[in-house]
């Protein structure tokens, strides 16, 4: 069964990879967070207390455990759960989180391979995030179609750009299991400042729209204005 955070990374990622260009937060993702926004600090503490031990108890069924040294699971996702319930006025995440799992003979090399493909997966979700962001602007008639359209097609075809322009991420989870044959299984959780994701996406599609040409920097200024 998947945990209320894989159902949310699945279907933001689903949107990003098949359909990147049209990418949007749905109804039901707005008005969860919408509806998080209004909790109080201790609501939304219990509840991402309540969702990590549902995980924790389901991840040790299934012979997760964490490497010597590591915080107990239930304060990893704890605090995972704690950083993925926030949320700013414009019902903008302050964390993207981006998750995956990885097999190798030994520990590091499933590690570093997992850490990878999470980056990975944290690319695809900004992508969603910043294109819900130029979609919303058309919407509102702040931007032209066109423009738009040119603006979301830079995005869908700069997400290998924006996981290798990636700061340091945040390790939120970092679990393992060992297989039948001994290999390691490795699963990790990062997250990412919403803003520096922003930062970043913005200086990438800045640069891509120079080189094709499209004078486009004043609309993409306003779009993602919060950054500078």
């Known amino acids: ?103 190798a003979e030994n520990y590091d090399a499933a590690k570093t391979q997992a850490m990878e493909l999470a980056k990975q997966n944290l690319a695809g979700q900004i992508q969603t995030e910043v294109t819900a962001l130029v979609e919303n602007t058309v919407a509102n008639q702040q931007l032209a179609a066109e423009q738009a359209a040119s603006i979301t097609k830079t995005i869908s075809a700069s997400k290998n750009l924006i996981s290798q322009s990636l700061g340091r991420t945040i390790p939120v989870v970092e679990v393992y299991r060992v297989k039948n044959n001994k290999n390691k299984e490795v699963m990790v959780r990062i997250a990412y400042s919403t803003t520096a994701a922003i930062q970043t996406t913005k200086k990438i599609i800045r640069e891509e729209l120079e080189k094709k040409g499209e004078d486009l920097h004043e609309q993409l200024d306003n779009l993602l204005g919060i950054c500078n």
């Not at 915080?71 to 998750?99: A, H, T, V």
């Open 1 to 103: 069964m998947k945990t209320e955070l894989q159902k949310i990374l699945f279907a933001t990622l689903l949107i990003g990879f098949i359909f990147p260009a049209q990418a949007q937060l749905t109804k039901e993702q707005l008005k969860e967070r919408k509806e998080m926004a209004k909790m109080t600090k201790s609501e939304l503490n219990s509840r991402s207390s309540k969702a990590a031990r549902k995980e924790a108890k389901r991840l040790k069924k299934e012979g997760w455990q964490v490497a010597p040294g590591a915080l107990p699971l239930d304060k990893q996702l704890d605090r995972s759960y704690n950083m993925q319930y926030e949320f700013d006025e414009n019902q903008m995440p302050k964390y993207i989180m981006g998750e995956a799992m990885s097999i």
